[in-house]
């Protein structure tokens, strides 16, 4: 029997950012610091292009964790923010799920850090619960690679797909005809190579124009 594929729709698909704490940030260490901040926000610019609810979170952030990067708060300055006292899972914070239930969507875009606790243990919780779950891998981080597959296994065996914020923006979006500058300019501002594409594509269409 052939495996249904199940496409993300920006009309039933919600984002959520665990954890994007400064402190935590400082545990990252499968992905270098800028390369990791530039997917985490390219994945909020894909969150507000296409008007996808967002809804935000943070563990313990008065201690070590400390506070959500501003990007994203200022970015999401009208989205739900719970600031959780305590539980390392956000699902088992009742305001974090009413939120999540609140938006209406039944697929669930995850970031977060860590990878195998912040992100693992609130997609397996959500999947319980009948949502379909999508992992942005390169938006979540944790220690060292061995943490890293460990905890992508235990998601996909589970029943999460694993996504980085490329295929996220290219399936959402369909067909380039839908917007080409709109999609372009998110890949150029987040894929240096990309620009790269963009900008030589540019020079040449006016050489020929």
Same mark, same amino acid.
């Given at each position: 029997?052939?495996?249904?594929y199940n496409r993300l729709?920006?009309?039933?698909a919600a984002?959520?950012?665990v954890?994007?704490?400064? %402190?935590?940030?400082?545990?990252v260490?499968?992905f270098?610091a800028? $390369?990791?901040?530039?997917n985490v926000? #390219? /994945?909020?610019d894909?969150?507000?292009?296409y008007n996808?609810p967002v809804?935000?979170?943070t563990?313990f ?8 990067i501003?990007?994203l708060?200022k970015?999401?300055s009208?989205?739900p ?8 899972n956000?699902?088992d914070?009742e305001?974090?799920?009413?939120c999540v239930?609140?938006? %209406?969507?039944?697929?669930l875009i995850?970031a977060?850090?860590?990878? $195998?606790?912040?992100?693992a243990f609130? #997609? /397996?919780?959500?999947?319980e619960e009948?949502f379909e779950v ?15 597959y460990?905890a992508w ?7 999460c797909?694993l996504?980085?914020w490329?295929?996220v923006?290219s399936?959402?979006h369909r067909?380039?005809r ?5 999609l ?20 040449t269409s006016?050489i020929?124009?």
């Open positions: 029997m052939a495996a249904k729709s920006k009309n039933n984002v959520l950012f954890d994007h704490q400064s %402190g935590l940030f400082s545990l260490r499968d270098s800028d $390369e990791f901040r530039n926000l #390219a /994945l909020a894909i969150a507000k292009y996808l809804v935000l979170t563990s952030e008065d201690g070590p964790n400390g506070p959500i501003p990007e708060k970015m999401f009208d989205a923010y719970i600031a959780r006292p305590g539980q390392i956000a699902w914070n305001d974090f799920t009413k239930r609140d938006t %209406g969507r039944k697929q995850i977060g850090i860590v990878t $195998e606790v912040c992100v609130p #997609a /397996l919780s959500a999947l009948g999508f992992i942005v891998t390169d938006a979540s981080g944790t220690f060292n690679e061995s943490a890293r460990a296994h235990r998601m996909s065996n589970a029943g797909q996504m980085n490329f295929s923006a399936e959402l067909d380039w839908n917007d080409v500058e709109g372009m300019n998110i890949l150029s501002n987040h894929l240096p190579d990309y620009r790269n594409l963009v900008t030589s594509h540019s020079a006016h020929f124009t």
